[in-house]
């Protein structure tokens, strides 16, 4: 903790800071362990993820907030998913198909809906794959620019126009299929 602290300049920033580790750090890491299956990479890939939150810490507004827990577990997620892709390591499951989240947590898009076909958009978007998931997430709900998704997804901003372009067109046709 003491080497995330000496990163951060102000005392408010440490405070919201040493929160959001505490808050959040041990669901980070079941995010992490679950894509990869092992235990160093997943607090490694933790480590990198609040090195990224530290440079974005302006971009958390409520420290208990499902759009918080959004971000935090997008970051965590793309960086396991990244890291597995490079190592090639064997995992139980194949990385496209993981959801992201445990199954005793709600995926927090599900509170952001009032009514059924806002219901209905966010189960369509939880089934996009990753990492058009992420970047609908962070784009419409943490109101990201593709530069910064980019950096913290470790893509490009065209890479991250593109699967957003992909996954409103998926979106806009599994909601003309579900109207008919």
Do not use: C
């Amino acid at each position: 903790m003491f080497l995330y602290l000496a990163m951060i300049d102000t005392e408010e920033d440490k405070s919201k800071f040493e929160k959001i580790y505490e808050e959040y750090r041990s669901g980070m890491y079941r995010i992490a362990l679950q894509v990869l299956n092992n235990r160093e990479d997943a607090e490694n890939i933790v480590h990198d993820a609040f090195v990224v939150l530290i440079d974005h810490l302006d971009k958390i507004d409520k420290i208990y907030d499902y759009r918080t827990w959004g971000y935090l577990a997008s970051i965590v997620r793309s960086r396991a998913i990244n890291y597995y892709n490079r190592e090639k390591r064997k995992v139980s499951f194949a990385p496209e198909d993981y959801d992201g989240w445990d199954s005793d947590d709600k995926d927090p898009l599900y509170y952001v809906v009032a009514d059924e076909k806002e219901k209905t958009l966010v189960n369509f978007i939880s089934e996009l794959p990753y990492p058009q998931k992420d970047v609908i997430y962070l784009q419409y709900v943490n109101e990201l620019k593709s530069k910064e998704i980019a950096e913290i997804l470790e893509l490009t901003p065209e890479n991250v126009r593109q699967l957003s372009r992909r996954a409103k067109l998926r979106l806009k046709a599994l909601l003309e299929e579900k109207e008919d």
